[in-house]
């Protein structure tokens, strides 16, 4: 055996590894060639003449041929020069794939003898070729759970190359997870697998992108490469979580059912369903809680109304739930914010009804006032009526007192309608009112009162007895028995009259009867004064003056004073024959008692034995010659005369006179009756008081007109009625004259009369007549 390796100069790099002479008997021998593959054509692969130690033209003479069991020539032997040159480009892999060594079986044959020589030409692997792998790309799926040192085989990159230069090292592009080892089959080939070195997280990062890189062992090394996708497998490692642990929400007391309160959030960094979260009251409140929440939205809202008056505040926990039964859980702090909705509520706790009207600073009324919301909203103030005579005060906490400000009087108002208000100081104000009603009891604080403080009554004289002449009356502004009044007759301070037998009373209704019948010129006027008491306790009264005028009638017949007539003998007037017409006969002079008109007396000549003879003065009962007498007269003449009042119906009386004519005038020869002697004394002053008198008449005017300023003057200085001058005021009636007693001359003509009272017999009145007008008489 024999190794040969030689050396071939230039161009020629050839391993001449061995010359194998493998056989002896056969004549055959091995001759072993090495090249390079991909050695360009034409290269030189050796000279057989040498090699094979032939003669120079031994391989052209012996008809040298080259065989190849392939169908191609690979090698051509010059056989002048001997030398094997190769025909092609030869690459090894096509031919010997992973074979290794790659040899080419070549035979040389060779005639004359025959001999045959075997020749090897072994190709020697370059780094022609890059591992490759057999996808782009490569998809691993791998849950995140896998632990780190779980191994992950990948696909070998190929690579055609063989021995060093094929795959020899597998890399992965610098990452947080993996890391790539080379192992070795059996047959030398080299594969990766990626090795977890830290825990995926899906939900950090769902995929992963390495690239994967084999380098072969060539030089300079030749790489390839493929991207390694990696997508990570969700598993449900991560609970929900909300986004805040503790949510703090308000909501108005008020809020309506069904109200959105809250929306709670939860994640789930897991993919699907592992991800999906239903959310769920976890505890708190029992069924009273009044929440509910939406399990997909998580939007928690009332279910029932709220009340800030029983719960403030509530804490409820949130579930959220995933679809592998991870939960996670929030707390929610909700806050019931007060609403003014309660109304202030107001309770009397005491009322004093009626009261007093005189008392002072009573309590009326003890009230509590509340009002359940809180804050402002419970904050409450009361007041009453600004009109009224009432003080709220307030006194122990949330009681009040309601007192009133000082007396009240029952007369002026007896019942009083008090509203309380109260009112809260929330938004809106609320307010509640509350009316009490308080009597006010009556005291005997008022006198009764007289409709009048004097009363006039007038009753026609000559009345029926018990006849009802008027009615006083009282008011008590009192109520019961205060104002019950009882009507009386006071004592009377006048000794002269006998009140009792001429008046009494109703003590219920203050009617006023005549007990007797009166007699105006008896009695034409008295006062007295009436009572009124009511039934308190203390009673109390007041009193009124009543004045009855009594009223006068014509029940007396005019009285004649001169001349008598109940006298045995008659007067005689004496007449001279000699009188001229005109001549004063006499003067009837007559009463009546009456008064007014009842007492306005007119004469009338009824039958006169010589009736053109005498007249008779309508006015003032002169009796007078009409005409002169005659021889023819008779000597003695007789007159009726008739004297009326002017009363309805009229009241008369007739007188009758004696007259006798004498032929001169003499003394009288009669006496003069001791009544009318007075009047006869006056006889002669007659004349003088006639004169007077129709002097008087024809200055009627004037006087009146003096009068007038009389009055006046008198009406200032009439201080006292007692020796002051009682003139007369007002109109004087022209139409009436009074005669009077005694005198001859009409008071008519008298204007300026001052009497003193009791002065003789004849006293005088003025009395007031309904106001009118002022009569003036004697009574006699
Ligand atoms: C493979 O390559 C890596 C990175 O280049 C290197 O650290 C490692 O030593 C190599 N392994 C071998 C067996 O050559
Ligand atoms: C008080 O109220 C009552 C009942 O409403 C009513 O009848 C009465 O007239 C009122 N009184 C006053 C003084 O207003
Ligand atoms: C006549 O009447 C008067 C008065 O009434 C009386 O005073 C007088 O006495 C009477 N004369 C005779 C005679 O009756």
């Not at 006849?467 to 009386?488: E, K, Q, R, V």
């Not at 006048?494 to 008896?522: H, T």
């Not at 309805?648 to 003499?666: E, K, N, Q, Y």
Request: net charge negative.
């Amino acid at each position: 055996m024999e190794t040969a390796l030689r050396q071939t100069p230039e161009k020629r790099q050839v391993f001449f590894l061995t010359i194998l002479l493998l056989w002896g008997e056969a004549g055959s021998e091995t001759i072993r060639y090495s090249m390079p593959e991909e050695t360009e054509s034409g290269y030189l692969v050796a000279n057989l003449e040498k090699d094979l130690r032939l003669r120079v033209g031994e391989l052209a003479t012996r008809g040298a041929q080259i065989h190849y069991k392939g169908n191609k020539e690979l090698l051509q032997l010059d056989t002048e020069t001997g030398n094997l040159l190769l025909k092609e480009k030869l690459d090894r892999e096509e031919l010997c794939g992973v074979t290794e060594p790659c040899l080419l079986h070549f035979q040389l044959i060779l005639e004359n003898p025959v001999q045959f020589f075997q020749t090897d030409l072994q190709l020697t692997d370059i780094n022609d070729h890059s591992p490759e792998f057999p996808h782009k790309e490569m998809l691993l799926k791998i849950p995140e759970s896998a632990q780190p040192g779980t191994v992950f085989p990948l696909k070998a990159a190929q690579d055609s190359d063989i021995g060093n230069n094929a795959v020899q090292n597998y890399t992965v592009s610098s990452n947080l997870h993996f890391h790539v080892v080379t192992l070795s089959r059996a047959d030398g080939r080299k594969y990766p697998e990626l090795v977890l070195d830290r825990a995926l997280d899906r939900e950090e990062q769902p995929e992963l992108t390495l690239t994967l890189t084999a380098v072969d062992g060539g030089s300079p090394p030749r790489s390839g490469t493929t991207t390694v996708r990696i997508e990570v497998v969700d598993i449900n490692d991560n609970a929900p979580q909300f986004v805040q642990s503790l949510y703090e929400v308000q909501v108005p007391e008020n809020s309506p059912v069904d109200a959105l309160v809250l929306t709670v959030s939860a994640m789930d960094l897991d993919a699907g369903i592992h991800g999906n979260v239903v959310y769920s009251l976890f505890q708190g409140g029992g069924a009273s809680q009044p929440f509910a929440i939406h399990g997909v939205t998580g939007e928690i809202r009332l279910s029932k109304e709220l009340d800030f008056e029983v719960t403030n505040h509530y804490n409820i926990e949130i579930a959220a739930t995933d679809g592998g039964g991870f939960s996670g859980k929030c707390n929610v702090a909700v806050q019931v914010l007060d609403v003014n909705d309660n109304a202030p509520e107001l309770t009397i706790r005491k009322l004093t009804s009626p009261i007093p009207e005189n008392s002072l600073e009573t309590v009326v009324a003890v009230f509590s006032v509340s009002d359940p919301d809180s804050g402002d909203n419970g904050r409450v103030v009361c007041s009453i009526q600004n009109d009224l005579p009432f003080l709220l005060k307030p006194t122990f906490k949330n009681y009040y007192t309601l007192v009133t400000e000082g007396p009240l009087d029952r007369e002026s108002r007896a019942e009083y309608n008090i509203t309380i208000t109260v009112t809260d100081l929330g938004t809106p104000r609320l307010a509640t009112q509350h009316t009490i009603t308080v009597q006010v009891s009556d005291v005997n604080d008022n006198a009764p009162a007289f409709t009048q403080t004097s009363y006039t009554l007038f009753v026609q004289e000559n009345n029926s007895p018990a006849l009802h002449i008027g009615t006083i009356s009282a008011t008590d502004s009192d109520s019961g028995s205060n104002a019950l009044i009882t009507y009386s007759l006071l004592p009377t301070h006048d000794p002269q009259l006998a009140l009792s037998s001429l008046i009494s009373i109703n003590a219920d209704n203050g009617q006023l009867f005549a007990l007797r019948a009166l007699d105006y010129e008896a009695l034409q006027t008295f006062e007295f004064r009436v009572g009124a008491t009511d039934q308190g306790l203390p009673e109390l009264s007041s009193q009124a003056l009543v004045r009855v005028l009594v009223l006068d009638a014509n029940d007396n017949a005019p009285f004649v004073l001169y001349p008598l007539q109940n006298a045995s003998a008659p007067y005689t007037e004496l007449l001279p024959r000699a009188a001229e017409p005109g001549y004063l006969v006499t003067k009837v002079v007559a009463v009546d008692h009456d008064s007014g008109q009842n007492a306005w007396l007119s004469f009338q000549l009824l039958k006169a034995t010589e009736p053109g003879l005498f007249t008779v003065w309508a006015h003032n009962g002169e009796v007078r010659t009409s005409r002169l007498l005659t021889e023819r007269d008779a000597p003695k003449h007789r007159l009726l005369l008739l004297v009326k009042d002017n009363g309805d119906p009229p009241r008369s009386a007739s007188v009758t006179l004696h007259v006798l004519v004498v032929d001169g005038f003499s003394q009288p020869y009669l006496p003069l009756p001791e009544v009318a002697r007075d009047s006869v004394q006056d006889e002669d002053k007659l004349t003088l008081y006639l004169v007077i008198a129709l002097a008087s008449v024809s200055s009627l005017f004037l006087l009146s007109v003096l009068l007038f300023v009389g009055v006046r003057l008198c009406r200032r200085a009439r201080a006292s009625s007692l020796g002051g001058c009682s003139v007369p005021e007002g109109h004087f009636p022209g139409h009436l004259v009074d005669f009077s007693g005694e005198g001859t001359l009409s008071q008519s003509y008298q204007y300026e009369v001052c009497l003193r009272e009791g002065s003789g017999t004849a006293s005088p009145h003025l009395s007031k007549d309904s106001g009118d007008f002022w009569k003036f008489q004697y009574s006699i």
